[in-house]
């Protein structure tokens, strides 16, 4: 089945400065690869997401980059801000559109004013 | 109000004990889904419903069973509590595009 690692478990950065999360995958038929934000005492929340038919996206300060070849996709954030204090999850799927995800383990990404 | 909701949203039980975890929702999606999370491994898929009469297991459903009530309504349920059950647990719905998360529970087991 599908595993996918997460890097790094922990991530604090300044005010201003961007950030940079990577996630690899094992199984080269996933077509999906969301990204969720987890704010402290709330469930995860979709904050982007890619399909494997383009190779980046983007929505404001937040951008998502995939590697189909090398099979890994990344988060980056840009001017970050305090508010972007959260865990972030990423997460793969193989069927589009049945929603049955594999996330991986978690970035506390802190970021000091 | 909240689209997805928990209860209880904190419990505390002992060994051995029965306990189910309800979850509710009105967004009137289809897909259920029942994850538990544990620092530094994520989010590890227990059981998911697409809908009323389906119901599948996860990636560690062992020791956790389900129950599918209705299209909103979506039990997981613990038959005998061990410790290492303790952990933090979310409720989720999707349409085709995304999953909306519960609050949470979370659940000890002393």
């Known amino acids: 089945g599908e595993n996918v690692e997460q890097h790094p478990s922990t991530l604090s950065v300044q005010e201003g400065d961007s950030a940079v999360i990577k996630c690899t995958y094992s199984?080269?038929?996933?077509?999906?690869f969301p990204w969720y934000k987890q704010e402290l005492g709330k469930g995860p929340q979709l904050i982007i997401d890619?399909?494997?038919?383009?190779g980046e996206k983007k929505d404001q300060r937040i951008a998502v980059t995939l590697n189909k070849t090398a099979k890994h996709f990344s988060l980056h954030i840009t001017e970050t801000q305090p508010e972007d204090s959260a865990v972030y999850f990423c997460a793969a799927e193989r069927n589009t559109g049945f929603q049955k995800l594999v996330f991986g383990t978690g970035t506390r990404l802190l970021v000091s004013p | 109000d909240a689209d997805v909701t928990q209860t209880p949203r904190n419990r505390i039980t002992k060994t051995g004990k029965r306990i189910m975890l309800e979850c509710s929702q009105t967004k009137g999606h289809d897909r259920m889904y029942w994850y538990r999370q544990d620092p530094g491994l994520g989010l590890r898929l227990i059981y998911y419903?697409?809908?009323?009469?389906?119901?599948n297991k996860g990636e560690i459903s062992d020791g956790y069973s389900v129950s599918r009530q209705a299209q909103a309504k979506f039990s997981l349920s613990l038959e005998s509590a061990i410790p290492n059950q303790t952990a933090l647990y979310f409720c989720a719905t999707s349409n085709y595009n995304e999953q909306f998360f519960g609050p949470g529970t979370r659940l000890t087991v002393l």
């Open positions: 419903s697409f809908d009323v009469k389906d119901i």
């Open positions: 890619i399909r494997s038919n383009v």
């Open positions: 199984d080269s038929a996933s077509n999906y």
